[in-house]
C-alpha cells in the first residue's frame, strides 16, 4: 500500500475550502431566483471565521456528548469526502472504504450529532434529532439501492473502482438505470443535505426545523464546525453524484494539466448540480412531516426500477 | 415357592392387618412386607436373568414369571412400597384431622395389600382367566379404597369406577372366553389349555375370527380399565377422589396392569393373525387417549384432576409405542413404564400434602406461591412436574424419544407427529398450571409447612430412582427389559 | 373328539337361549324393581338349566358344577340379597328410562340383529344349539344398552349380571365343556363380591344422596 | 500437550459443575455462593475461551474427534464430544461472554443479598452455561438434545428468577412453551436424519441429506427452520424473545441474548452446512427472506419501545435476521455453487454472530447496571445518567456504536460482509431471484438507519439531558465487577472492529469444513490493515484506517482552534428555555415521543391508538391533568398468537363437555366405541 500523501493534503483542502463556497453559492442563487440580492457566495467563509472567534455558551446540562460532536461531525465528513473521488479517478482513501464506508461514516457523524441534539435537555434537540434519525433512515434503503445499482455494474462499492468501471466501453449515462438511479440519489441528496423540500435550512420556525433544531444549542466554534461539517457533507454528497453518474472530465495521468481540467470538470458539474438543487428548491414547497416519506418511498421505487432495469437491459 | 411367597406376602399382610390393633403395627407390617415383595422382586428379575429369559414356572404353569412379569413385579413393588411409606404420615394426619374414621383406616391398611396381592397375581397368573379374576379382584379392593373418604364426590367417583370398570372386565371376560374357544378344536380332543403360553405355542392355528373378535372385546375391556380414551371417563374421577396414596397405586401402577393384560393379548393375536391389526388398534386408541388429554389438561382446574389427565397421556404414549412393535419402541415402552411408575405417585405424593394443608384441590383456591409456603412439597413436586413433562434430566425423557426414534425405524413415523404435538398440548396446560402453583407471591397468611422426614423419604425415594436409573441403567436391567421387549414382539 | 350333538339337546338349549333373550328385552320394558329382579332371577335360572342340560347332553360333568353354582348364586343368592337392599333403602318403585319403550325396543332389535352379523362367521364353532352365540352376545348387548338407558343404581347393577349372564351363555355355547373349573369358580366368587362391593355402594349412595338416581351424580366432571 | 484444547474443555465444564454444585451448597451462604458460582463460571469460561481459541487457530486436528464424557447410559445413548472448528467458534462465544457475565454477576448479584437466593442464581447460571457448552459441542442426536432441552429449562429457571412478578411468570410460561415447540420440530428433525443414518452420531450425520428423498430432506428443512427459528427468534416465531430477555436479571438476560439464541444459529449451520447437503434454491431464499423480514420487524419494534431491556430483546430479533440473511445467502450460493461466495456470506454471518454476542452482552449488562442504579427498566424515568455513571455510560456508548452498525466497531464489519456477499450474489445467477440481493440489502440499510435511531434514542434518552426521576437523579456508579464485565465485552467490540482481517483467519477451518474453502488470504490486504471482498476491486474497507485517519484529521480543528479561537470564553449557561422559567425534565422529549415520526410513518404496522383524557375545570384548553396513552399493535401477537390461543382454549372448552359427569354418557362411549368397532372388524 502506498499513500498518495500529496493528494490525500490536496483532497482535504479541497473538501475545506470548497465546501463553504458550495454552499455560498447555493444561497446566493436561491435569493437571486427569488429576487433577493442575497449574502455573498463567500460568506459561509466570514460566518465559520466568525462563530470561531466567539464565545461560547454551553448548557449546563451537556455532558461530553456534547463537546465530542462537533469533532466527530466535522471529522466523519471530511474522512468521508476522502473516499471520494474528485479530481481523478483514484480517491486518496478509497483503499479504505469505499461507499459503504461513506455511508456508515456519515451515518457516524449524524448519530453523535443527534447525540448531542439530545444532551442539552431541551425539547427543541429531541425534536430536531427524531426527525433527523427518522428522515435519515428512510432515506437510506433509497440511497444503498441507488448505490448498488452502480456497484453492481461496476462489480465493486468501491468508489474509486466504479468510476473506473464507468469509463469502460459499456458505460453510458443512457442507460436507463442509471438515470433512475440518479434520480434517486438526487432525491436522496435533498434529504440528507437538509433541503426543501425536505427541510428548510433557512428556517428557525421551531415546527418546521430539523436539521437546525439539533444545533439550537451550539455555538462559537463548535457551531462553526458543525456547519463546515455540513457544508462538507454536502459537497461529499453531490461529488459523489456528480463523478459517479458523469465520470467526465477525471484526470486521467498525473499532470497537473489533467489535474487542472479535472477541477475544471468537477466545478462545473457541482455547479450544474447546485444549479438543479436550487431549481427545485424554488420551485417547491416544504413538504410536512409526514410527507416527506412519501418523497423518498418515490425515491425507494426508482431505485427499485433501477435495480430491475440493470436486469431487463 | 418364589412366585407362591411373592403372593403370600402382601396377601398375609392384609390378612393380618385385619386383626392388628395398634396402628404402628398395620403401618409396619405394610411397609415390611411391600419391602420384602421388592426384595422377592429383585430376586425374581435375578433368576429370569439367570434362566437366560426363560420363565419360572409353578403349579404346573400355574403361574409364571417371564422378563415382562418380573420387571412389572418390580414397579409393583417399589411403587407399593413408596405408597406405605408415605401412608404413615399422610393417613396420621387424616386421622388426626377426623377426615378418615378409624375403620376407614383400618380399610385402607387391609385393602392395600390386597390390591397389591391382585396385581402381581396379574402378572404373575398364566391362565389367562385367572388373570381376569386377578383384575377384577384389583378393581374391587381399590373401589372401596377410592370411596374410602366416604365423601360425596369420592362415593360418585367410586361408582362410575366400578361401574364403567364392571362393565369393562364384563367385556374383557367376553374376549378372554373367546380366546379360549379359539384354541377349541385345534390340540387334537383334548381339553385345550387356558394358559397363556400354551395358547402362543399354538397361536397359529387359532381361530382367526374368533380371535379378531376376541380382541376387540379385550381391547375394549381392558382398555376401559387401562384408561384408553374414550374408556377413560373414570380414570380422573377416581384418581381424584381417592386418598393420594391410592391414586398414586392407582396411577402409578393398577393402569399399567391393566396395560400388562392388554398387552399379552396384543402378544397373542400378532402371533395369530401375523397381521398388525391389533397393533393398529393399538396405536389408534392411544394416539386419540393422548390427543384427548390435552384439552382437558389445558382448561383444568383441579390438581389431581390433572395428574390424572397426564397419566391418561402417559397410557396412550405407551400403547402407541407398543403397536409400534419396532425394537426401540417397546424398549422405549418398558422403560416409559417404568419411569412414569416413578414419577407419578411422587406427584399425587406432593398434590396430597397440598390438599391436607389447603384442604382443597382447586387451583384458583390453592392461591400461588408454593415455593414459600411448602418449599419441600414445592421443591420435589416441581422435579416430578419437570419429570413428568419429559424433561431432562429425568428418565421420561429418553424414555420418550426412544419411542420417537423408535417410531423412524418402524413404519409409523407420522404418528410421532402426533405424539409430539400432544405431548406438546399437555406440556402447555401442565406448564402453565404449575408455574401459577408453585411460583409467584404467597398469601402470606400460612405458616412455613411442617414435613415429616418420612414424607420426604417417601417422595425422594421414587425420585432418586428415577434419577440413578436414567444416569445409570443397569446392564442386567437393560437386559430384563430387552427381553422382555422380545417377549411383546412376539421373538423367542 | 365332542361327543355327537343329540338334537334335542340341540334344540333345547336353542329355545333356553331364546327365552333368556326374551326376558332381557322384559327387563327393557320392565319398570317395577321388584319384578325386574325376579326376571333376571328367571334369566339366571334359565342359564342354569342350559348348563345342566349341557351337562347332560354332553357328559360333561363338571358343568353340572356351573349348574348349581349358577343356582345358587344367581338364582337364589343374589336376587335375595338385591331384594333386601331393596327393601332396606326403600327406593322409589318407578324407573325412568332415558329412551321411550319403543325406541328401546328398536335399539334392541338392531342389537340383537348386530349380535348375529358378528356371530355368524363363527357360528360353524358352536358346539351346540343354533345361534346360542348370537343370543349371548345379544344378550350382552342389551344388558349394556339398559344399564346406558336406565337411571337408578340397583337396575345398573342388574343389567350388569345380565351382562354377565350372556358371558356365562357364551362361555357354555362355545366352548363346551365350559372353561377350566378354577375359573368358572373364581369368576363365580368375582362376580358375587363385585354385587356385594356394588351394593355397599348403593347403600352409601342412597344414604348420602338421599336418591338412588345417579343421574345424579355429576358433581365430578372436566 | 497435543490436547490441551481438550483437556481444557474438560476442565472448563467441570469448571460449571462445580459452579453449580457451589450454588446449591451454599443456599443459604449468599456471599459464599456469590464468590464461588461465579467464580467458578469465570474461570471455567476462561478455560473455554483458550480452548477454543487453540481450536481455531492450530486448525486442532487433535481435537477434532469425539470424546466420551461419561459412560453411555443405554447402548445407543452415547455422551460424546466433540470440538470441530465449528463447535469451537461458537464455543468461543459462550465462553467469552461467559466470562465476562461471570465477573459482572459477582458485583451484580450483590444486589440481590438479602432479598433472593444467591446460591440458586449462581447455580442455574452455571448449568446453563454447561447446558449451552454441551449444545455447542454434542457429537450425537441424543446428547444434543438432551443439553437442548437442559438449555430451555435451566433459562426457564433463571427466566422466572424474580417469580413474585406475574409479568415474570407470564413470559416464563410462554417462553417455555415456545422452546418445547421448538424442542419438538427440532427433535422430529434429527429423527428424520437418524431415519436415513439409522445412527445417532453426527458423523454419520454429514451430508445424510444426499441419501433423503427430496420431500423428506424439505420436510426436516423446514422442521429445522421453525424448530432452532423459534430458539434464534425469528419473525413470526421470535414472541417469546422479547418477552423473556427483558424480566430476567440482567446478566441472564446477556447471556440469553447473546448466546442462547445463537444456539438456534449454531444448530442450522450445523444441520444445513454439515447435513442437509446440498440445497435447492428455495431454502436459501426463504432464509434470506425471512432473515429480512425479521431485521427491518424487529428494528421497528424496538424503536417503539420504551422499556430499555425489551428494546434491546427486539434489537436481537434484529441481528438475528441480520446473521440468518448471511446464511441464506451462504445457502443459495451453495446452490448455485459458488462455494467461495458461500464461504464470503457464512463469514458474514458468523461474524455478525459473534459481534452481536459480544454488543448485546455489553448493552444488557450496561442496561443491568442501569437497572441495578435505578431500579426500573422504563426509560422514560432515566435520564443524566451519564454524569452518575460515566464508564457505564462510555461502555453503553461503544455498544450503541456498535450495534448501529457505524464504523469503526464491529457492527459496521458484518454487515459490510454482508452487503458484500449481497451484491456479489447478484452475478451468480440469471434467474429473476436475483432481484432478491440488493433488495434485502436495501432492507439491510433501512434496518441499519433505524438501529440508528433507536440507539440514539436508547442511548439518549437513558443518559443524556436531566434526569426524569428521583431514581435516577440518585443513581450511582456501579462497583469495579460490573464495569470490569462490561469492560472485556466493550474491548472485544472494539478489537472485533479495528482487527477483522485477522479475526476472519481464525474462521478458515470453519469455512473449509462447510463450504471447502478458506478465503481469508483473499480477505485480507496490506497486510491485514485492508479488509477485502474477496478482490481488492471489488470493494475495500478498513475499519483500522479510518480510524487511524480520524487521529490525523483531528488536528485540523484542534489547529483552527489554536489559529481563531485561542482568546474566546466557554461558559456554562441554562439551555436556551424560550423566556420561560427554566427547564424541567418534563419539557424533555421522550422515549416514545422521539419514536412518534417513526410510529407514524409505519402506522400500517403499528397501529398506534393513543388514548388522551383531560381533566378541566372552565375549558379543555386549561387542562388540569392529562392522561395519555398509546399503544402499538404487536401484529403478530394479536393476529396469530392471541386468536390461536383463543381457539385453542375454546375448542378445549368444547371438548370438556365430553365428561360431564354423567355416567350414562360414559357408558355410551364404550358402547359405541364397542359397536363401531364390531361392526368394522368382526364382519
Redesign the interface.
Known amino acids: 500500500m502506498n499513500l498518495d500523501l500529496p493528494a490525500l493534503l490536496a483532497q482535504t483542502a479541497l473538501l475545506l475550502l470548497m465546501a463553504p463556497l458550495l454552499s455560498g453559492l447555493i444561497k446566493n442563487w436561491k435569493a437571486k431566483l427569488q429576487n433577493r440580492r442575497g449574502p455573498r457566495i463567500w460568506q459561509p467563509y466570514f460566518d465559520v471565521v466568525k462563530f470561531l472567534r466567539k464565545d461560547m455558551v454551553i448548557s449546563e446540562h451537556a455532558s461530553w456528548i456534547f463537546l465530542v460532536t462537533p469533532y466527530v461531525v466535522f471529522v466523519t465528513a471530511l474522512s468521508a469526502g476522502l473516499m471520494v473521488p474528485m479530481i481523478t479517478a483514484h480517491a486518496p482513501m478509497s483503499l479504505f472504504g469505499g461507499a459503504l464506508a461513506l455511508v456508515g461514516l456519515l451515518a457516524l457523524g449524524r448519530f453523535f450529532l443527534a447525540l448531542g441534539g439530545l444532551d442539552p435537555a431541551s425539547a427543541f434537540g429531541g425534536m430536531g434529532s427524531s426527525r433527523e434519525m427518522t428522515l435519515s433512515a428512510i432515506a437510506e434503503p433509497a440511497m444503498m439501492l441507488a448505490i448498488f445499482t452502480v456497484a453492481i455494474a461496476a462489480g465493486s462499492t468501491n468508489l474509486s473502482q466504479i468510476v473506473l468501471a464507468s469509463h469502460g466501453p459499456h458505460w453510458k449515462f443512457l442507460d436507463p438505470s442509471h438515470a433512475l438511479a440518479f434520480a434517486a440519489m438526487f432525491i436522496v441528496l435533498l434529504a440528507e443535505t437538509g433541503r426543501i423540500p425536505v427541510d428548510n435550512p433557512a428556517t428557525h420556525l421551531e415546527l418546521t426545523m430539523i436539521h437546525e433544531a439539533m444545533l439550537l444549542e451550539y455555538s462559537g466554534r463548535y457551531l462553526a464546525l458543525i456547519e463546515w461539517g455540513a457544508s462538507i457533507k454536502q459537497l461529499v454528497l453531490m461529488s459523489l453524484l456528480a463523478n459517479i453518474f458523469f465520470p467526465v472530465g477525471l484526470a486521467a495521468d498525473a499532470t497537473p494539466a489533467a489535474f487542472g481540467l479535472g477541477l475544471l470538470f468537477l466545478v462545473a458539474k457541482l455547479v450544474l448540480l447546485a444549479g438543479a438543487v436550487v431549481l427545485v428548491e424554488t420551485t417547491n414547497a416544504k413538504l410536512r412531516l409526514f410527507r416527506v416519506p412519501d418523497l423518498l418511498s418515490v425515491a425507494f421505487m426508482l431505485g427499485t426500477l433501477a435495480l430491475v432495469s440493470t436486469f431487463l437491459f | 415357592m418364589l412366585l407362591i411367597s411373592i403372593l403370600c406376602v402382601p396377601f398375609v399382610v392384609g390378612l393380618l392387618c385385619l386383626f392388628a390393633r395398634p396402628h404402628a403395627l398395620m403401618e409396619a407390617l405394610n411397609i415390611a412386607g411391600f419391602a420384602s415383595v421388592l426384595i422377592l422382586g429383585v430376586k425374581l428379575f435375578k433368576t429370569v436373568l439367570t434362566n437366560n429369559g426363560n420363565a419360572v414356572t409353578q403349579w404346573n404353569e400355574f403361574l409364571r414369571a417371564d422378563a415382562l412379569s418380573a420387571w412389572m413385579v418390580l414397579l409393583i413393588a417399589i411403587v407399593s412400597l413408596a405408597t406405605s411409606l408415605y401412608a404413615v404420615r399422610y393417613f396420621r394426619r387424616d386421622l388426626a384431622n377426623g377426615t378418615v374414621t378409624e375403620r376407614g383406616f383400618r380399610e385402607y391398611y387391609v385393602l392395600t395389600p390386597l390390591f397389591a396381592t391382585g396385581m402381581l397375581l396379574v402378572v404373575l397368573a398364566n391362565?389367562l382367566?385367572?388373570m381376569?379374576?386377578a383384575v377384577?379382584?384389583t378393581a374391587?379392593s381399590s373401589?372401596?379404597l377410592v370411596?374410602l373418604y366416604?365423601r360425596?364426590?369420592s362415593?360418585?367417583?367410586?361408582?362410575?369406577y366400578?361401574?364403567?370398570g364392571?362393565?369393562?372386565l364384563?367385556?374383557a371376560?367376553?374376549g378372554t372366553?373367546?380366546t379360549?374357544?379359539a384354541a377349541?378344536?385345534k390340540t387334537g380332543?383334548e381339553?385345550p389349555s387356558?394358559n397363556w403360553s400354551r395358547l402362543l405355542a399354538m397361536a397359529p392355528q387359532l381361530?382367526h375370527?374368533?380371535i379378531?373378535?376376541a380382541f376387540?372385546?379385550v381391547?375394549?375391556g381392558y382398555g376401559?380399565k387401562a384408561g384408553l380414551a374414550?374408556?377413560h371417563?373414570?380414570l380422573?374421577?377416581a384418581h381424584?377422589?381417592a386418598p393420594s396414596p391410592t391414586s398414586a397405586m392407582l396411577s402409578g401402577v393398577s393402569l399399567k396392569i391393566a396395560i400388562y393384560a392388554l398387552v399379552r393379548f396384543h402378544i397373542l393375536v400378532t402371533a395369530c393373525l401375523h397381521s398388525s391389526?391389533s397393533s393398529n388398534?393399538l396405536i389408534g386408541f392411544g394416539l386419540f387417549s393422548m390427543l384427548?388429554a390435552?384439552?382437558?389438561i389445558?382448561?383444568?382446574?383441579?390438581l389431581k384432576?390433572m395428574l390424572a389427565y397426564s397419566s391418561l397421556e402417559h397410557v396412550g404414549l405407551i400403547f402407541v409405542a407398543v403397536g409400534m412393535n419396532a425394537p426401540?419402541t417397546v424398549f422405549g415402552a418398558l422403560l416409559h413404564m417404568g419411569y412414569h411408575a416413578l414419577t407419578k405417585p411422587v406427584l399425587f405424593f406432593a398434590a396430597g400434602n397440598i390438599q391436607q394443608r389447603f384442604h382443597t384441590l382447586d387451583f384458583q383456591r390453592i392461591g400461588s406461591?408454593l415455593?414459600r409456603t411448602m418449599p419441600v412439597t414445592a421443591l420435589l413436586l416441581g422435579l416430578a412436574t419437570?419429570a413428568v413433562s419429559g424433561?431432562?434430566?429425568f428418565g421420561l425423557?429418553?424414555s420418550e424419544?426412544?419411542v420417537?426414534?423408535g417410531?423412524?425405524?418402524s413404519n409409523y413415523?407420522w404418528a410421532?407427529?402426533v405424539i409430539?404435538?400432544s405431548?406438546?398440548?399437555v406440556?402447555?396446560g401442565v406448564?402453565?398450571k404449575m408455574?401459577?402453583l408453585l411460583?409467584?407471591?404467597s398469601n402470606g397468611a400460612h405458616a412455613r409447612e411442617t414435613i415429616s422426614l418420612s414424607n420426604i423419604a417417601a417422595m425422594s425415594l421414587p425420585l432418586g430412582t428415577l434419577l440413578v436409573f436414567?444416569?445409570?441403567?443397569p446392564d442386567c436391567l437393560?437386559q430384563l427389559m430387552e427381553l422382555a421387549g422380545n417377549i411383546i414382539r412376539g421373538l423367542p | 373328539m365332542n361327543p355327537p350333538t343329540s338334537e334335542s339337546a340341540a334344540h333345547l338349549i336353542t329355545l333356553l337361549a331364546s327365552i333368556m333373550l326374551v326376558l332381557q328385552l322384559l327387563l327393557v320394558v320392565q319398570r317395577m324393581l321388584v319384578a325386574n329382579i325376579r326376571v333376571f332371577a328367571t334369566q339366571s335360572l334359565l342359564l342354569a338349566a342350559i348348563a345342566a342340560v349341557v351337562g347332560y347332553a354332553y357328559h360333561a360333568p363338571h358343568v353340572y358344577v356351573v349348574a348349581v353354582l349358577t343356582l345358587a348364586g344367581k338364582v337364589i343368592f343374589l336376587p335375595w340379597w338385591l331384594e333386601r337392599l331393596v327393601r332396606q333403602i326403600k327406593i322409589e318403585q318407578e324407573i325412568d328410562a332415558f329412551v321411550n319403550v319403543p325406541a328401546a325396543m328398536l335399539i334392541c332389535g338392531a342389537q340383537t340383529v348386530l349380535a348375529y352379523i358378528v356371530a355368524r362367521p363363527i357360528t360353524s364353532l358352536e358346539r351346540l344349539g343354533n345361534n346360542t352365540l348370537a343370543v349371548a352376545i345379544a344378550l350382552m348387548l342389551i344388558g349394556f344398552f339398559l344399564m346406558i338407558n336406565r337411571r337408578k343404581a340397583i337396575t345398573q347393577v342388574l343389567a350388569l349380571l345380565t351382562m354377565e349372564n350372556g358371558v356365562m351363555l357364551a362361555a357354555i355355547a362355545l366352548t363346551t365343556y365350559g372353561m377350566p373349573l378354577v375359573v368358572e369358580i373364581g369368576i363365580f366368587f368375582d362376580v358375587v363380591v363385585a354385587v356385594m362391593v356394588l351394593g355397599i355402594l348403593v347403600f352409601r349412595i342412597r344414604e348420602t344422596f338421599a336418591s338412588m338416581d345417579v343421574s345424579k351424580l355429576n358433581e365430578l366432571k372436566w | 500437550m497435543e490436547n490441551l484444547p481438550a483437556t481444557l474443555l474438560n476442565l472448563s465444564l467441570t469448571g460449571y459443575v462445580l459452579g453449580a454444585v457451589a450454588g446449591v451448597l451454599f443456599l443459604r451462604a449468599e456471599k459464599l455462593a456469590n464468590i464461588f458460582t461465579f467464580g467458578c463460571a469465570s474461570m471455567a469460561s476462561l478455560c473455554g475461551v483458550v480452548s477454543s481459541v487453540m481450536v481455531l487457530v492450530t486448525g486442532a486436528a487433535a481435537a477434532n474427534q469425539s470424546v466420551q464424557l461419561l459412560p453411555s447410559l443405554i447402548p445407543y445413548i452415547h455422551f460424546t464430544i466433540r470440538v470441530d472448528p465449528l463447535s469451537a467458534f461458537f464455543l468461543l462465544i459462550v465462553s467469552l461472554l461467559g466470562f465476562a457475565l461471570s465477573t459482572y454477576s459477582l458485583g451484580y448479584a450483590k444486589g440481590f443479598f438479602g432479598r433472593k437466593n444467591v446460591g440458586v442464581l449462581g447455580a442455574f447460571f452455571n448449568a446453563l452455561l454447561l447446558a449451552t457448552v454441551l449444545t455447542f459441542v454434542a457429537d450425537n442426536i441424543w446428547l444434543f438434545l438432551i443439553a437442548w432441552e437442559l438449555m430451555a429449562l435451566t433459562a426457564y429457571c433463571l427466566v422466572t428468577f424474580d417469580h413474585e412478578e406475574a409479568e415474570t411468570r407470564k413470559a416464563g410460561v410462554l417462553y417455555f412453551i415456545m422452546a418445547h415447540i421448538d424442542a419438538g420440530c427440532v427433535i422430529l428433525g434429527f429423527l428424520l436424519l437418524f431415519q436415513a443414518s439409522g445412527d445417532y452420531s453426527f458423523a454419520s450425520l454429514h451430508d445424510i441429506g444426499a441419501q433423503m428423498s427430496s420431500g423428506k430432506r424439505d420436510a426436516a428443512f423446514l422442521l429445522f427452520l421453525i424448530g432452532f427459528g423459534i430458539k434464534a427468534g425469528i419473525v413470526p416465531l421470535h414472541i417469546w424473545l422479547p418477552v423473556a430477555h427483558p424480566v430476567a436479571p440482567s446478566n441472564v438476560s446477556a447471556l440469553m441474548s447473546g448466546v442462547i439464541i445463537k444456539t438456534g444459529i449454531y444448530g442450522l449451520i450445523r444441520v444445513l452446512f454439515d447435513f442437509l447437503g446440498t440445497p435447492p434454491l428455495w431454502w436459501g431464499v426463504t432464509m434470506l427472506t425471512v432473515g429480512t423480514i425479521s431485521a427491518v420487524l424487529g428494528v421497528l419494534y424496538a424503536l417503539m419501545e420504551h422499556d430499555l431491556k425489551r428494546l434491546l430483546a427486539y434489537h436481537s430479533i434484529e441481528n438475528i435476521g441480520i446473521i440468518v440473511m448471511g446464511l441464506g445467502a451462504a445457502l443459495m450460493f451453495l446452490h448455485t455453487g459458488h462455494t467461495v461466495l458461500a464461504a464470503l456470506a457464512l463469514i458474514a454471518g458468523l461474524y455478525h454472530t459473534i459481534n452481536h454476542a459480544s454488543f448485546k452482552g455489553l448493552l444488557f449488562l450496561g442496561a443491568g447496571a442501569v437497572l441495578h442504579a435505578t431500579h426500573t427498566r422504563n426509560m422514560e424515568e432515566m435520564g443524566g445518567l451519564i454524569k452518575r455513571m460515566p464508564q457505564t455510560a462510555f461502555f453503553f456508548l461503544i455498544g450503541a456504536v456498535a450495534i448501529s452498525a457505524l464504523p469503526p466497531l464491529n457492527g459496521f464489519v458484518s454487515e459490510w460482509l454482508t452487503y458484500q456477499a449481497l451484491l456479489q450474489g447478484f452475478g451468480t445467477t440469471d434467474s429473476l431471484m436475483r432481484l432478491i440481493f440488493p433488495l434485502s440489502g436495501a432492507m439491510l440499510a433501512l434496518t441499519g438507519a433505524l438501529a440508528a435511531a433507536c440507539f440514539v434514542k436508547a442511548f439518549g434518552i437513558t443518559f443524556l439531558a436531566q434526569p426524569r426521576s428521583k431514581q435516577a437523579e440518585q443513581a450511582h456508579e456501579v462497583s469495579g465487577s460490573m464495569r470490569f464485565g462490561m469492560g472485556v465485552l466493550a474491548a472485544a467490540c472494539v478489537a472485533l472492529g479495528l482487527f477483522p482481517t485477522q479475526f476472519v483467519q481464525l474462521l478458515d477451518p470453519l469455512t473449509q469444513q462447510l463450504t471447502g474453502q478458506q478465503i481469508s488470504a483473499q480477505l485480507s490486504l496490506a497486510n491485514g490493515l485492508v479488509l477485502a471482498s474477496l478482490t481488492e476491486k471489488s470493494g475495500t474497507v478498513s475499519t483500522l484506517g479510518i480510524s487511524l485517519m480520524f487521529v490525523c484529521l483531528l488536528p485540523i480543528p484542534f489547529a483552527l482552534w489554536l489559529v481563531f479561537a485561542r482568546k474566546s470564553k466557554t461558559r456554562r449557561g441554562p439551555t436556551w428555555d424560550c423566556g420561560q422559567r427554566g427547564l424541567t425534565p418534563q419539557m424533555e422529549y421522550t422515549a416514545t415521543g422521539f419514536s412518534k415520526p417513526i410510529r407514524m410513518i409505519f402506522k400500517a404496522l403499528f397501529r398506534p391508538r393513543r388514548d388522551v383524557q383531560r381533566e378541566y375545570e372552565f375549558s379543555p384548553y386549561f387542562a388540569t391533568t392529562i392522561r395519555f396513552e398509546s399503544h402499538v399493535e404487536e401484529v403478530f401477537e394479536r393476529r396469530i398468537y392471541q386468536p390461536l390461543q383463543i381457539l385453542i382454549l375454546r375448542v378445549s372448552r368444547q371438548i370438556r363437555a365430553l365428561q360431564a359427569g354423567s355416567i350414562h354418557a360414559y357408558l355410551l362411549y364404550i358402547f359405541v366405541t364397542l359397536l363401531s368397532l364390531l361392526l368394522l372388524f368382526a364382519r
Not at chain 2, 155 to 160: D, H, S, V
Not at chain 2, 470 to 473: D, E, G, I, Q, Y
Open positions: 391362565n382367566g385367572v381376569w379374576i377384577e379382584a374391587l373401589v372401596l370411596a366416604n360425596k364426590t362415593l360418585e367417583a367410586a361408582w362410575k366400578v361401574m364403567l364392571g362393565v369393562g364384563v367385556l371376560l367376553f372366553i373367546f379360549y374357544a377349541i378344536g380332543g381339553m387356558f381361530d375370527h374368533l379378531t373378535l376387540i372385546f381391547l375394549v376401559t374414550p374408556m371417563t373414570w380422573p374421577d381424584s377422589e391389526f388398534l384427548l390435552g384439552p382437558f389445558l382448561v383444568q382446574q383441579n384432576r426401540l406461591g415455593v419437570v424433561l431432562p434430566p425423557f429418553v424419544l426412544t420417537l426414534a417410531s423412524f425405524t413415523a410421532s407427529v409430539l404435538i405431548l406438546i398440548v406440556f402447555c406448564l402453565n408455574a401459577g411460583l409467584g407471591p436414567t444416569v445409570w441403567l437393560r
